[in-house]
């Protein structure tokens, strides 16, 4: 059992910076894939960036130069990060920290085997 614990949510005015982190309780062998994803109120959850383990990554394009993902272990640690830059209002959402231990990357699509509880983001005009 993977438990993802996200932080570094908050209010920011738009253009602003905010960084938000993962830490998922699984060993690096165990570790396939990472991934951020986003749900705005009346929204479907949406993919926003992911990478994996041989650090390829991948972007939704609405974010593509502004945020970065990133991933760094320590021992039966691993930790995702998201640095978000220029945030616009369409940011606003609830953030979702993503693990996957299969045999596939499942990227920006929805075939996490573990997902964490959210942190809010919200950017203001």
């Known amino acids: 059992q993977v438990q993802l614990v996200e932080s570094g949510g908050g209010s920011v005015q738009a253009g602003g910076s905010l960084r938000l982190s993962c830490a998922a309780s699984?060993?690096?062998?165990?570790?396939?894939?990472m991934g951020w994803f986003r749900q705005a109120p009346g929204k479907e959850r949406e993919g926003v960036a992911a990478?994996?383990?041989?650090?390829?990554?991948?972007?939704i394009d609405s974010v593509r130069g502004r945020f970065t993902i990133s991933q760094d272990n320590a021992k039966n640690t691993l930790y995702l990060y998201l640095q978000m830059d220029s945030l616009k209002p369409e940011d606003t959402a609830v953030y979702y920290c993503?693990?996957?231990?299969?045999?596939?990357?499942?990227?920006?699509?929805?075939?996490?085997?573990?997902w964490g509880q959210g942190t809010q983001v919200t950017v203001s005009s």
């Open positions: 990478i994996d383990r041989y650090g390829s990554t991948s972007y």
């Open positions: 699984a060993h690096v062998q165990y570790y396939n894939c």
């Open positions: 993503a693990f996957n231990s299969g045999s596939w990357c499942p990227g920006l699509g929805f075939e996490y085997n573990y």
